[in-house]
């Protein structure tokens, strides 16, 4: 099982960037993709989340109206696309996954995923 994230960089304020998480090797098409971010010093802090079917979505307060998550199945890939993007936007993005179809919440949290890919740092300069 393999999450593969990519799309991070340096960027500044007000740019975008589109983050992308490749999933492969799940025995199961069943799970829900997160995306969530660290900043140093800080805690982690889900970002944003999206259901199997997409019909269930989370997206943090901090972020509403700026970013955008969706998913391609056919392509096993989920997105995060990142918009008006801030300096306190800066953080290391993980997404990861839920094959054992978590409560929602615990989903949000992180506390539920079982499969977390390697971070991609994105930086924002003021």
């Known amino acids: 099982v393999q999450l593969q994230a990519s799309g991070g960089g340096l960027v500044q304020a007000g740019g975008s960037l589109r983050l992308s998480c490749a999933a492969s090797g799940f025995t199961s098409d069943y799970y829900s993709i997160g995306w969530f971010r660290q900043a140093p010093g800080k805690e982690r802090e889900g970002v944003s989340c999206i259901s199997r079917s997409g019909g269930s979505r989370y997206t943090a307060d901090s972020v509403k109206g700026r970013f955008t998550i969706s998913r391609d199945n056919a392509k096993n890939t989920v997105y995060l696309q990142m918009n008006s993007l801030k300096p306190e936007d800066t953080a290391v993005y993980y997404c990861?996954?839920?094959?054992?179809?978590?409560?929602?919440?615990?989903?949000?949290?992180?506390?539920?995923?079982?499969?977390w890919g390697k971070g991609t740092q994105v930086t924002v300069s003021s």
């Open positions: 990861a996954a839920d094959t054992r179809r978590s409560a929602w919440s615990s989903v949000i949290s992180g506390v539920g995923m079982d499969y």
